[in-house]
Structure formats: structure tokens, C-alpha cells
């Protein structure tokens, strides 16, 4: 073989094994529970699991069969049940979903045609393929639906039916906050292969100096935030937030309740105390707002956040990663469904940024104070329904990853969203602070 088809080949058998590694965790979430709770709407926010299951079979046969293999179709008939734009979550229970077993059988078709695809496709032939792209598209796409899937898993009433082992436990002691200096850095990436569209182009952004928590805000902090009235105080929350929190009746995190004098948390059919010193999950983003306002901070804009993520000062240049450029591995953070939980603040020294900010990635995601715009210079790749059309939206960003968002779905440069409202996603924050420049 050439260096150059050796590189193709080994490229195909990297991509197959992560689409195999995708197809494990949705066989993981999927088999964990029966057909009628596979069918059953576990909450209006969410789909039927089986719903998911066929649509993350669905994209691959549009993109992989159909666009990149042009191949004839296996169920054009079912298209429209499974475009999210034609039917919201709370009415897909009532379309004429395949049933479970149906959803598998289609799902495993659609995946011996796709390796099919890739066994033998030209990959210089079209941007679409050009490093896998289209490839690592529909990896991203199921690990995402998985976390979704995840997410409908912590929704459903009933005994435990997922298993993981506890995070880890040893921690370096991680406290205050870290000071970014001014100056411009790269936000973006013109070079990550699989970097979806609205992570381009690679662009400058002047950003100034700022002061950042080292860490995510914990259970033990937000518990006081409640203590002190948090939520009984208008003063803290924006108008938006305090009509929201009149409204919804929101008085502490999704999943928690007291328990005693303290609080204890369902996740995943288990309770348990609530651990002070793990991330706080399950807020709203202004919940977050409210938390930073109290705590006498705001939250980070999405530009600092990346900057803390990924800004390099003894280079200037913007790593991959808070630790570099490596994929991530166990040791640097908690990603992937490996555990069911945050991990404990101090407990990936490993996975800091060169200024010592920790857990930027996985545990779980921060909300950030920005709306969802395209990058300048931003092109529609390959489908405007991903990103584009969310633009201007009634959106918050959240970055980093969560425990439950997998590796191929999660670098410096992910952007998440969701409406400000939303807390059934594994959301938390940390905050940040202006700098004045005699603080420097
Ligand atoms: C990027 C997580 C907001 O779940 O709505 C899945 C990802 N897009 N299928 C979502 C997505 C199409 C998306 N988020
Ligand atoms: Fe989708």
C-alpha cells in the first residue's frame, strides 16, 4: 500500500470502530428496558426512546446509504416520522413509530450498508467524505441521541436499570479562581476533522482579562444559594428568570428533594444524599444566572469560556483540549457514560488548562451567557438544520460536555444550546467576574 491509502485504511477502521462504539451505547440504553417503556413518553420534553433508536438509524440511511453511497433507499416511507422539524417530542408518541423490533432490525440494516459504504468509497472525491467527515457526522449524531436517550433515562420513573461504576473519588483540592489575561485568541477551528459547521472558521477574538472559578459551581455552594432565599429574591434573577421561576415554581435543581435537614437527589431510579462537593446538574440557565448574582459574579461569556478552555500563555496558540492536543482518555475527564455522575471537583487534575482551570470538559455542561450566532465567516456544512436554523434563537450556548456526552462528540471547541428554561439536559455552570485593570 501507498503511506497514503495505509492512512485511508486505517482511517476507515478507526470510523467503523467508533461507529460501533456508538451503536453499543444505544444498545446499552435500548435493551435496558421493555417494549412498553421503550414506547411509553416518559416526559413531553422527550421522545420515545424507540423514536430515537429509528431516527439515529434514519440520518444514517439518509447520509451514508443514500447521499454518500447512492444507494437506493431501504424505508423512504418513514422519512417524514422521523424528521424532527415535522413532528415536536410531545406528538411523536402518537405517530405510527416501527415498533421495537423493527427499530432494530431497520437500524442493523441501515449499519451493514453504511460499513458497506465505507469499505468502498473514494473519500477525496467530495468534501462531504474528505477525512470521514460525513462519517464522523453520524457518529456525533448517535452519541448525541444517546445522551438525549440518557437524559429520557433519568426522566423515567422505576427501579435502576442502568449500572456504572461511582466517578473517582481521590481529589486534588481545587478552590478560588483563575485570572485569563487580556488579549486576543483563536476561537474556533479550521482543522479539527470532524468540527461540525458552527465551530468554523477559526477566528480572533479580543477578549478582556477576566477572572474565571476553577471549577464548576458544586452542590454544597448552590445549596446555600437556596439556604440564603436564593429563590425567594427577585434581586438575584433576571426578569425573565423571576417570571420563569414564579411560573414554573422552581425552588431547587430538577431531581432534588429534601431530605432531613439536607437534600437528596434521584438519579438514574437511585437516592442518594446529594454529594456537596460534585458539580451542581439539572439547572436552568437562570437558575445559573441567579446563582452568579448572588455569589456577587456573572456567568462567562462563550468567548471566555473557550478561552479558559483552550488559550495556551506560554505559546498564544489554542489547544484542543484544556490538557493539550491528546484525544481525551479516563484520566483526563469524566465523559462517555463511564460513570452515571459528576465526578468531585478536584478529581481530574489531569484534564486542567496550562492556567489551572479544572473539569472544562465532561461532567457537565456550563451554561454560558451567550445567544447562538454563527462564527464570521460561517458556511451552512452540510446542512442547514443543524446549526443555521437555530440562529437568533431563544438559545443559551452550554459548553465542555457532560459525564453523559462521548469523546467524539465533545472538544474546546463544541457548542452546545438549548432554551434558557431547559434543565432535563446535564447542565451546570461556573462563574466569572470582570477584572479591573489594577487587580492585574
Ligand atoms: C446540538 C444537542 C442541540 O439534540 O437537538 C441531534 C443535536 N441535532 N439531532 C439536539 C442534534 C440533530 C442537538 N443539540
Ligand atoms: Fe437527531
Given at each position: 500500500?501507498?503511506?497514503?491509502?495505509?492512512?485511508?485504511?486505517?482511517?476507515?477502521?478507526?470510523?467503523?470502530?467508533?461507529?460501533?462504539?456508538?451503536?453499543?451505547?444505544?444498545?446499552?440504553?435500548?435493551?435496558?428496558?421493555?417494549d412498553?417503556?421503550?414506547?411509553r413518553?416518559?416526559s413531553?420534553?422527550?421522545?420515545?426512546?424507540?423514536?430515537?433508536?429509528?431516527?439515529?438509524?434514519n440520518?444514517?440511511?439518509?447520509?451514508?446509504?443514500r447521499?454518500?453511497g447512492?444507494?437506493?433507499?431501504l424505508?423512504?416511507?418513514?422519512?417524514?416520522?422521523?424528521?424532527?422539524?415535522?413532528?415536536?417530542?410531545?406528538?411523536?408518541?402518537?405517530?405510527p413509530?416501527?415498533?421495537?423490533?423493527e427499530?432494530?432490525?431497520?437500524?442493523?440494516?441501515?449499519?451493514?450498508?453504511?460499513?458497506?459504504v465505507?469499505?468502498?468509497v473514494?473519500?477525496d472525491?467530495?468534501?462531504?467524505?474528505?477525512?470521514?467527515?460525513?462519517?464522523?457526522?453520524i457518529?456525533?449524531?448517535?452519541?448525541?441521541?444517546?445522551?438525549?436517550?440518557l437524559?429520557?433515562?433519568?426522566?423515567?420513573?422505576?427501579?435502576?436499570?442502568?449500572?456504572?461504576p461511582?466517578?473517582?473519588q481521590?481529589?486534588?483540592?481545587v478552590?478560588?479562581e483563575?485570572?485569563?489575561?487580556?488579549g486576543?485568541?483563536?476561537?474556533?477551528?479550521?482543522?479539527?476533522?470532524?468540527?461540525?459547521?458552527?465551530?468554523?472558521?477559526?477566528?480572533?477574538?479580543d477578549?478582556?482579562?477576566?477572572?474565571?472559578?476553577?471549577?464548576?459551581?458544586?452542590?454544597?455552594?448552590?445549596?446555600?444559594f437556596?439556604?440564603?432565599?436564593?429563590y425567594?429574591?427577585?434581586?438575584?434573577?433576571?426578569?425573565?428568570?423571576?417570571?420563569?421561576?414564579?411560573?414554573?415554581?422552581?425552588?431547587a435543581?430538577?431531581?432534588?428533594?429534601?431530605?432531613?435537614?439536607?437534600?437528596?437527589?434521584?438519579?438514574?431510579?437511585?437516592?442518594?444524599?446529594?454529594?456537596?462537593?460534585?458539580?451542581?446538574?439539572?439547572?436552568?440557565?437562570?437558575e445559573?444566572?441567579?446563582?452568579?448574582?448572588?455569589?456577587?459574579?456573572r456567568l462567562?461569556?462563550?468567548?471566555?469560556?473557550?478561552?479558559?478552555?483552550?488559550?495556551?500563555?506560554?505559546?498564544?496558540?489554542?489547544r484542543?483540549?484544556?490538557?493539550g492536543?491528546?484525544?481525551?482518555?479516563?484520566?483526563?475527564?469524566?465523559l462517555?457514560?463511564?460513570?452515571?455522575?459528576?465526578?468531585?471537583?478536584?478529581?481530574?487534575?489531569?484534564?486542567?488548562?496550562?492556567?489551572g482551570?479544572?473539569?472544562?470538559?465532561g461532567?457537565?455542561?456550563?451554561?454560558?451567557?451567550?445567544?447562538?450566532?454563527?462564527?464570521?465567516?460561517?458556511?451552512?456544512?452540510?446542512?442547514?438544520?443543524?446549526?443555521?436554523v437555530?440562529?437568533?434563537?431563544?438559545?443559551?450556548?452550554l459548553?465542555?460536555?457532560?459525564?453523559?456526552?462521548?469523546a467524539?462528540?465533545?472538544r474546546?471547541?463544541?457548542r452546545n444550546?438549548d432554551?434558557?428554561?431547559?434543565?432535563?439536559?446535564?447542565?451546570?455552570?461556573?462563574?466569572?467576574?470582570?477584572?479591573?485593570?489594577?487587580?492585574?
Amino acid at each position: 500500500m501507498t503511506q497514503d491509502s495505509e492512512h485511508r485504511h486505517d482511517m476507515r477502521l478507526t470510523t467503523a470502530a467508533q461507529l460501533e462504539r456508538a451503536r453499543a451505547r444505544t444498545t446499552v440504553l435500548t435493551d435496558a428496558v421493555d417494549d412498553a417503556d421503550l414506547i411509553r413518553q416518559h416526559s413531553p420534553l422527550m421522545s420515545p426512546l424507540v423514536w430515537d433508536l429509528a431516527h439515529v438509524g434514519n440520518q444514517e440511511e439518509l447520509w451514508l446509504v443514500r447521499d454518500v453511497g447512492g444507494r437506493e433507499p431501504l424505508r423512504q416511507d418513514i422519512d417524514k416520522l422521523y424528521d424532527a422539524f415535522r413532528h415536536p417530542r410531545r406528538d411523536r408518541p402518537a405517530l405510527p413509530l416501527l415498533g421495537p423490533a423493527e427499530a432494530r432490525a431497520y437500524v442493523h440494516e441501515v449499519r451493514d450498508k453504511a460499513l458497506d459504504v465505507l469499505d468502498r468509497v473514494r473519500l477525496d472525491e467530495r468534501r462531504l467524505v474528505a477525512d470521514g467527515f460525513a462519517f464522523g457526522m453520524i457518529v456525533q449524531h448517535e452519541q448525541q441521541h444517546d445522551e438525549t436517550m440518557l437524559a429520557t433515562h433519568q426522566l423515567r420513573n422505576g427501579p435502576a436499570v442502568l449500572h456504572a461504576p461511582a466517578p473517582p473519588q481521590t481529589r486534588v483540592p481545587v478552590t478560588g479562581e483563575v485570572l485569563v489575561p487580556g488579549g486576543p485568541f483563536t476561537m474556533g477551528t479550521d482543522t479539527e476533522a470532524w468540527a461540525l459547521d458552527n465551530e468554523r472558521p477559526a477566528h480572533t477574538v479580543d477578549v478582556a482579562a477576566f477572572a474565571i472559578d476553577a471549577a464548576p459551581v458544586t452542590n454544597s455552594r448552590y445549596a446555600e444559594f437556596i439556604a440564603d432565599g436564593g429563590y425567594d429574591d427577585p434581586r438575584w434573577w433576571s426578569e425573565r428568570g423571576w417570571t420563569h421561576r414564579q411560573k414554573a415554581g422552581l425552588d431547587a435543581p430538577l431531581h432534588w428533594h429534601r431530605d432531613g435537614d439536607g437534600w437528596a437527589y434521584t438519579r438514574f431510579g437511585r437516592t442518594e444524599p446529594v454529594i456537596g462537593d460534585e458539580p451542581v446538574v439539572h439547572v436552568c440557565f437562570f437558575e445559573a444566572q441567579a446563582y452568579a448574582a448572588w455569589a456577587g459574579k456573572r456567568l462567562p461569556t462563550e468567548a471566555e469560556w473557550e478561552k479558559a478552555a483552550r488559550f495556551d500563555p506560554a505559546t498564544g496558540r489554542s489547544r484542543r483540549y484544556p490538557w493539550g492536543d491528546d484525544d481525551p482518555t479516563p484520566r483526563h475527564a469524566n465523559l462517555g457514560q463511564r460513570h452515571l455522575a459528576p465526578a468531585p471537583v478536584g478529581a481530574y487534575p489531569d484534564g486542567a488548562s496550562p492556567l489551572g482551570v479544572h473539569q472544562l470538559i465532561g461532567d457537565v455542561w456550563e451554561w454560558v451567557d451567550s445567544g447562538f450566532h454563527g462564527y464570521p465567516g460561517f458556511t451552512v456544512f452540510p446542512y442547514a438544520e443543524y446549526s443555521q436554523v437555530f440562529f437568533g434563537g431563544d438559545y443559551r450556548m452550554l459548553r465542555g460536555g457532560s459525564f453523559g456526552t462521548d469523546a467524539a462528540a465533545c472538544r474546546g471547541t463544541f457548542r452546545n444550546w438549548d432554551h434558557p428554561i431547559r434543565r432535563q439536559i446535564f447542565s451546570g455552570f461556573r462563574c466569572a467576574r470582570d477584572v479591573t485593570p489594577d487587580a492585574l
